[in-house]
């Protein structure tokens, strides 16, 4: 709430000072001022500038102080040295948001740095908001305020776009007025030393101007805050993102297979994911998708019918669709019946839907409206190639008309260069999203339908197990008493086994002879494993026998075990063999958990030891997941079906695993202080055998 | 040879006859003969009409024969009926070659197929080549000679187009106007009864005019020619291909691994990638590779700089390089230093190289020659965001100048509407390709790159095996004889055999005596399976037992395997058991064969049964395949890295799995009657110790 209210004064306010007016046309000062006055801004403009009478016009005050009336926003657009005591000023007049266009701060180094930090901290003292440094400043189409420096005012329309960087804001807005595409707000973020994305998220999603929000980042302070604001968005409205800069950030060097899997981008791929975010790999899909969202209906299901004048054009549509979420939807007979009456005897009557060459405006009319009835239909696609019958505005005036109801989406591909310009403008300006390419409109029509499954989505279906809290702890505080970070594998598997995981029957045998005597209780056959706090791959280092059947087995494994590590790894303090029951039947699945740095814990799952390393098959969430998400996480996974049982195989326990991944989310939440965990293997029972955790790793961290 | 003569004559006639000349400009005859006119043929034009003396000033005359001299290409432009007629008036006034426009022919249904045919063969037996029917004509630019009725003329330049869909030809056209695209020769090659993308490849590979070719194809008729003519095609210019049309043909129930995992698509992709043809997944990507050729010389390497004047575009370009396989150059020391000196300290000194927002024309010529001097970097691409000192023009300019040599290929990014168009005009006009969004530029560059690894491509190692080729072909025709087209295990396993592979010792029991007797022979322990032609998946019925190591357990296990086929699939001949060495050790690796309509046997290569089976992870080749795609073959499978020994492990024997390859690819080459195989497992032992062939499956299948 408190972010609207603030918000609002950034994009209403009732009066702007531009603090660094100029009457050099050459400097920022002076392009703002022309701004705030050629576009329409009701308000009041106060240009601040000691050694100015007039600019342009406009009556100029030496100082803040001089205003009479209230100042409800500020432009600041003096050299960066001077920007400290402008925002004091603000405060001191009670100027609640300020724009800082100036540049010069963090993104300049250290010294530029601690002045960012200086500017924000007296902002902060005197309650006032900022959005910047260094940015272009922001739009708002509804009241024709243009506070910024941009060299062109955009066409209104229903698009909020929020970028971090500048020079895209300056090369979309130019390329929109070419493209007819019209915005709501446009904000430039820059340093985002205060106002970020989530103040944005939180302001748009109730903005009743915007239909979509676009935003472009590249680094997200608080991954946590985001995903919030971005469900909250998502329920309200479509959210489309690209993220740019793929580097990972994080460089903390990973012992696990989960710390060695994941990375920045995965992270942001889940909370994407989770949140419905729609993620758009290319500049050219971010708008492509935008205009769709603009202007259509959420269609009813994933069918679509493509209508085309060209055989070509047609089959690469339906290749592409046959590669989207999107389905070719199936034509009615009576549709087909329909079609058959009103195109000539070599149309296409299935879909594609081929009106053919020659077709006039009257022949699309008909497919169409035949096609728009048919309840299989979820939104067409209209193709057209400008041929020697062709009557490109006629089509464009007749897809216009049909769609004056707009139950379900109508996009067009007019493909060509002159002959089709005026009509691929007629549909833009309709509201009729109008793509160059085939391929760009079934994409364009699969993010309306993917954004439809999300709306659709049921209940996250959050579950809270009973867990023994308070032995994990326990566990965990002796090894920060001890000053370990790396769990050994007994006090691993205790904490695995509090949280409610079914683990092996375990003991530690410090000698050959207890080594014996723990598997005759155990029960043969069993498994022996090197006990030792700084071993992690046991196997690397012969420390795990399988299939032990006798005493005599027994005892010969645990010699040779203990004398391998005392071999190979001299410096490991070896503390005996662990003499487990020895489980079979299950699959193999891995789960893990690692910390992403803007993101917080973040859980993994996938089959197998082998599955993981050879080939990375695995997929993400951001915690804490829900039993939803957690079964979406399974299906991710292309060897899942190793899961759901082969050729008439018994199909795993797949709730057992899904639990599983769900008590593994809520102990990472719980304990903030496991940085990286693997449950490795968890073994996967048929049907309603559960699911045993036989081994784990787990590296704590206590801050200092 | 005879091609390139034949081809000659549509593309550099003396003379052009227009059959169905008109006077009506609504007709398609009357364009034709316009477009003839208008666009500066020099050579001479007879309109052909009964019904007219002169059109378009043109003396016209009643029939071909009736013009005394020698006429070098007709285009035929009569209704479908009368052009059996035109072709036999063609080959009685000895022309040579035919366009023929008029629709109708096999596009329609039955009819028209029956008259397409009976065209085709009177123009065969007259010596006539035809185009066509039912397309749009072809155009060459060089000579001014538009054979078409496409609207418009293209502009002249070096990419030649073919395209099987004559919509698409129009559109292209069209927009390649505005986006000043120029070709050398375009050509619709509507229904290909005759001349089809084959012959034009031989052509268009020698045509001087022609830098790159392009191609939009629907289907191949003759795979293993398409990949001879793509080959060379390929060692002279680079070759774009776009694929429409992703629906399997072939619909032949496949009851194999490799039937079920192949299909047309993967065919596609396999003969592409052997021939080095770039395919190109959308229509955009096929300009955008072109024009990259068009006007650019081939990168020496992978290295490209990406020099830009705003941040965020140039990390969108840098992400987009990353997941290609261009890379980011690394600018040597004395690069940076000379950046250093001549931009602003904010800059970016590495790549990418920011020339910062306020960047003049002078600081991108600085940066640019800087850069471009560096020998790691192969390529340039220059992003450019209109901000408010920037100088589009000079810039434009700029690069214009810098890109005089030519010795490294330079692209551009110019982002914005109104304010960049006539820059990126300039840079067009002037020979650099330019994109509106940054990771088009990096991905015409890839093109650019994966053409110079192509050109790079050793020699592709073809080798002939001494096989066993008389015994292979004895099995066959006793299978013939037989009347089986699955052949029995022992069957299967002598093929595979005789072609060299190594199998595991194996010997049919009838009686559980001689399976005992037949397993003291080999040595325990042994693997015992049902042998029965009927049983295909042996494992599902129980068929199958390992690791018997008594007398006993031979005797137990023929009696349940038996049993159980017996119950479970009663109607089933059952041999008895194989008795056979069982092996271990190796890792399992899946071969497989299966016959494509258009390419013929292609080999498949994956990693056990499991990750076929569950996850798909195979690579596909056409045979005959040589030592560097067999060794491609194998890399490409995600799951290679098993055989290449996971932490530590001692490789597997890579030597044998590639000979394994190539031997499979012989067997199939030389015995056409194979229409699917399998050999599952194969088991690759390591490093030294060669590969095993444990089990084969074999479908033949004769001519009747």
């Known amino acids: 709430m408190k972010t609207s209210v603030s918000l609002r004064r950034f994009f209403n306010p009732s009066s702007v000072a531009v603090i660094g007016a100029s009457r050099d046309a050459a400097k920022v000062g ?151 595409v019209g915005f709501s707000k446009f904000v430039s973020l820059g340093n985002k030393s205060d106002i970020s994305e989530l103040d944005l998220l939180e302001y748009l999603a109730d903005d009743p101007q915007t239909r979509v929000i676009l935003g472009y980042i590249e680094g997200i302070a608080n991954g946590r805050e985001f995903m919030e604001k971005a469900s909250e968005a998502v329920r309200k409205k479509p959210l489309v993102v690209m993220k740019g800069g793929g580097t990972a950030a994080g460089a903390r060097a990973a012992s696990s297979h989960t710390g060695s899997l994941a990375g920045s981008e995965k992270a942001f791929d889940a909370a994407f994911r989770q949140t419905g975010v729609l993620r758009a790999h290319t500049i050219e899909d971010l708008f492509n998708f935008a205009l769709a ?51 000539p005897p070599t149309g296409g009557f299935y879909n594609p839907v081929d009106v053919i060459g020659d077709a006039r405006a009257d022949r699309y009319a008909a497919a169409m409206s035949a096609v728009l009835k048919d309840p299989g239909v979820d939104g067409a696609l209209v193709i057209l190639t400008p041929q020697a019958m062709t009557e490109v505005e006629g089509t464009a005036r007749t897809i216009l008309q049909l769609q004056g109801g707009k139950s379900k989406p109508v996009l067009a591909c007019f493909m060509g260069g002159n002959s089709i310009r005026k009509g691929a403008e007629m549909l833009r300006s309709g509201g009729i999203p109008t793509y160059p390419y ?70 530690l045998a410090r000698t050959s002879g207890e080594a014996v005597k723990e598997a005759v209780k155990t029960g043969f056959p069993v498994v022996l494993k090197i006990s030792s706090p700084d071993i992690l791959h046991k196997t690397d280092i012969g420390g795990v026998r399988v299939n032990l059947r006798t005493p005599r087995d027994v005892e010969k494994a645990f010699l040779e075990i203990t004398s391998n590590a ?55 969430r951001i915690a804490p997941v829900g039993a939803l998400e957690a079964g979406a996480m399974m299906e991710e996974v292309r060897s899942f079906r190793l899961l759901k049982g082969l050729r008439g195989e018994r199909p795993s326990d797949l709730n057992a695993a899904r639990d599983c991944i769900l008590r593994l989310s809520q102990l990472a939440v719980d304990f903030p202080e496991i940085v990286e965990m693997d449950i490795n293997p968890l073994l996967v029972m048929p049907e309603g055998e559960g699911a045993v955790a036989i081994d784990a790793r787990i590296v704590v961290n206590f801050p200092s």
């Open 438 to 507: 085939p391929e760009d409109g079934v994409r364009a029509f699969d993010a309306l339908v993917r954004y439809r499954r999300e709306r659709e989505k049921p209940d996250p279906g959050f579950m809270h197990f009973d867990m023994d809290t308070e032995r994990a702890r326990g566990v965990i505080s002796r090894a920060r008493e001890a000053g370990r970070n790396e769990l050994g594998e007994k006090d691993a598997r205790e904490i695995v086994s509090a949280c409610g995981f079914r683990t092996p029957r375990s003991a």
């Open 293 to 343: 969202f603009a202007d259509n209906p959420v269609p009813e299901g994933p069918g679509l019918c493509i209508v085309t004048n060209a055989g070509g054009p047609g089959i690469i549509a339906a290749d592409a669709c046959e590669r989207s979420t999107a389905r070719m939807a199936e034509l009615s007979s009576g549709t087909v019946a329909a079609l058959r009456r009103s195109l």
């Open 30 to 180: 002076h392009s703002v001022l022309g701004n705030l006055k050629h576009n329409g801004y009701p308000g009041k403009l106060y240009p601040v500038n000691p050694n100015a009478k007039k600019i342009l016009g406009l009556k100029t005050y030496p100082d803040l102080s001089s205003i009479r009336d209230a100042v409800d926003l500020a432009v600041i657009a003096v050299p960066a040295r001077f920007v400290l005591d402008s925002v004091r000023e603000c405060a001191g007049k009670g100027v609640r948001a300020a724009i800082v266009i100036t540049a010069g701060f963090k993104e300049t180094g250290e010294e530029g740095h601690i002045l960012e930090r200086q500017v924000l901290e007296t902002a902060a003292a005197g309650g006032v908001r900022i959005l910047g440094p260094n940015c272009l400043g922001l739009i708002n189409t509804a009241n024709g305020l243009n506070a910024s420096f941009a060299p062109l005012m955009p066409r209104s329309g229903s698009i909020a776009f929020f970028s971090q960087s500048g020079a895209l804001c300056t090369a979309i807005l130019d390329w929109s007025l070419v493209r007819g």
């Open 566 to 620: 005392r071999r190979l790894m001299p410096g490991a303090m070896v503390w005996g063999c662990l003499v487990q029951e020895m489980v079979a039947g299950g699959k193999e699945v891995i789960l893990g958990m690692t910390l992403d740095q803007s993101f917080g814990p973040m859980i993994m799952f996938g089959m197998g030891g082998i599955y993981v390393e050879a080939l990375g098959d695995v997929s993400f």
